[in-house]
């Protein structure tokens, strides 16, 4: 990346294509939708919204580092963990107004830095592909079982107790001393999901997120061309850890409440089924097909919990086996095709899935 | 001390023997197809809880574990024919596709079975070496674990079929044009890998609760293994068994069962960073060196 001047006269091309397009007329409506809402219903279903705003941040990140780099990871939901954990242990030791707000900046950052270390290791070790998923994964569950020991007095930080399954207590996000609920708390959620998605659009239709779709391609290509791909590697899976443990501390101080089954194999998978189902490629199309299935699968757990997983569990293959790019994503690219009449441009979000490298055989 | 010594010992043959038997089918089919099947933990339950249905109706256990291979090997033949095979060089969307048959396969035996079931005691009872009791029916594992490499070897080096699988392991496009079926050597292998999946979690279904999440126990021991083993599932595994057991073993009976799953996944991510290819990279560097250099090192 020594010669970036040198490149700035390469632009990506679709950078002047009009915005009228499905996903972000999508995108709009969502927004929408999501302003107007707190008006029409009760504090409960605000609360709740606010929750599903939480946790769809980390399918944000998993849509970013899975769709924008082709990086599989499991290891989203420890990086959650960490980062409510972090936040609880910070502002449970840490009194005072402005603690939380801080707190949160000290979980995002502790996930960045866990992200940042495993990243360096695998990287620029050479791992990649399916080898990246087991070690994240991996990591998930090892931080699980660390976690799930941990209900003994002997286990606290400061005044933190963990108290393993039993849960931690954590703090709410509050401004001065008067914890933030209902509608402001549900606003700044928004906030924060908005300003995190734009984050995202814009960094992935700049050179850094055209070099992340080549990497995704072709890495040694893509390293030929005279990007540092492992430093990429390393950069978006440090972006995405963060992400993901602002989805925890938000969820955290959201239920005043964290414990171990958080980063367990359920909460792993859960992320990744939302954006298989949704489409990894497009973030609009994960975001709002999370924000959909939160609200589905709580339904559903009222009133057939055991039956949610396995209904995701078989629209997640369906979606992967006869709709690889999601149904949502596929969706949007049908309604640009029938009503805005376009071809599609954005060379990132070609139909079907990787690129073979192997051969096929059958 | 001769007590110390027996204890370390059998305390390192257990590891080796779970880690193995837990690794050894997601090794051979990643060997083969590159495929890391996320199903394996709920391969394993599916054995488990076959060979505990056929046990509890007075079958001798060897039989039951027998026909929870046999079972679980062709209920992976569906899936590598149903689902697998779409997904040839789409390698993380096989992953997430056999992730989602996993979580279907434990939440739906969640809904037909309830949260846990009767299990089948341990048998051959139990032998003390000085003050410390132990359990023979752990001894045997060990054994089992090296007869099935034995067989294994066997099976890759002297047969037709383990002929034709090298082959297609070497060279697919070569093997299929010398005359090879390799979309039917994928699914014979996707099934043995399944069988020995099946197998392990018949074997372990003594020692443990049978409950639809039996798989999560091992699934984190097996993937270590076959991450520092590496595609060589006949060399690397045992010998990522062997080093990750030792390890695991030594902590483990030291500070306990949780710090030693951390070490695991610790030397893990250094073992990663070093040999990323895992011991069967090393294994066939050395073997690719020319001659004249073998001695430099």
Sequence with gaps: ?362 | MLDGVFNALYQFQVSFSFLLLSAIGLAVIFGMMGVINLAHGEFMMLGAYITTIVATHGVPLVVAVLIAAIGVGAFGAVVEILVVRRLYGRLLDSVAATWAVGLILSQGMLILTGPSMQGVSSPFGSFTVGQTGYSTYRVVLGIIALVLLALLYLLFMKTKFGLRSRATIQNPSIAQALGVNTARMYTLTFALGSALAGLAGGLFAPTATIVPFFGTNYIVEAFVTVIVGGANALLGTPIAAALLGAINAALGTQFGLYIGRVGLLLTTIIIIRVLPEGISGLLERWRMRPSGTRSGQ
């Excluded at chain 1, 006269?9 to 409506?29: H, T």
């Excluded at chain 1, 938000?250 to 298989?276: F, K, Q, R």
């Design chain 1, 1 to 362: 990346m020594a010669n970036a001047a040198e490149w700035d006269e390469v632009r990506p091309v679709s950078r002047g294509v009009s915005l009228l397009k499905a996903e972000n007329v999508a995108f709009v409506l969502f927004l929408a939708y999501l302003l107007i809402y707190p008006s029409t219903t009760d504090d409960f279903s605000i609360g709740n919204t606010a929750y599903f705003m939480a946790i769809t941040l980390m399918a944000l990140s998993l849509a970013l580092i899975w769709g924008k780099a082709g990086i599989l990871s499991f290891g989203q939901t420890a990086f959650f963990g960490i980062g409510g954990y972090l936040f609880g242990i910070y502002t449970l030791n840490v009194l005072g107004s402005g603690a939380t707000w801080v707190g949160i900046l000290v979980g995002v950052m502790a996930g960045g830095i866990v992200a940042a270390i495993l990243g360096y290791f695998m990287f620029y070790g050479g791992v990649n592909d399916v080898f990246v998923g087991l070690t994240t994964l991996a990591l998930t569950l090892v931080l699980q079982t660390f976690m799930a020991q941990t209900a003994g007095p002997e286990w606290a930080v400061g005044e933190a107790r963990l108290n393993g399954y039993n849960g931690m207590y954590v703090p709410q996000i509050s401004i001065g001393d008067a914890p933030l609920y209902g509608r402001p708390l549900y606003f700044l959620y928004l906030a924060i999901l908005i300003g995190v998605y734009l984050l995202l659009r814009w960094l992935s239709s700049s050179r850094w997120g055209y070099g992340l779709v080549a990497l995704q391609e072709n890495r040694p290509r893509t390293e030929t061309f005279g990007y540092n791909v492992r430093l990429m590697q390393v950069q978006v899976f440090c972006l995405a850890g963060c992400i993901a443990a602002l989805s925890g501390a938000l969820y955290a101080s959201w239920g005043s409440y964290i414990d171990p089954s958080s980063m367990g194999l359920t909460a792993a998978i859960t992320p990744v089924i939302y954006v298989a189902i949704g489409g990894r490629r497009s973030l609009t199309a994960a975001m709002i097909s999370s924000m959909i299935l939160l609200q589905l699968s709580q339904s559903l757990a009222s009133s057939a919990p055991e039956y949610a997983l396995v209904i995701f569990g078989v629209l997640a293959l369906l979606a992967v086996l006869f709709v690889p790019e999601g149904f949502m994503a596929a969706l949007f690219s049908a309604i640009d095709r029938w009503v805005f009449r376009r071809a599609r441009v954005d060379p990132g979000m070609g139909t079907g899935g990787v690129s073979s490298e192997t051969p096929r055989v059958g």
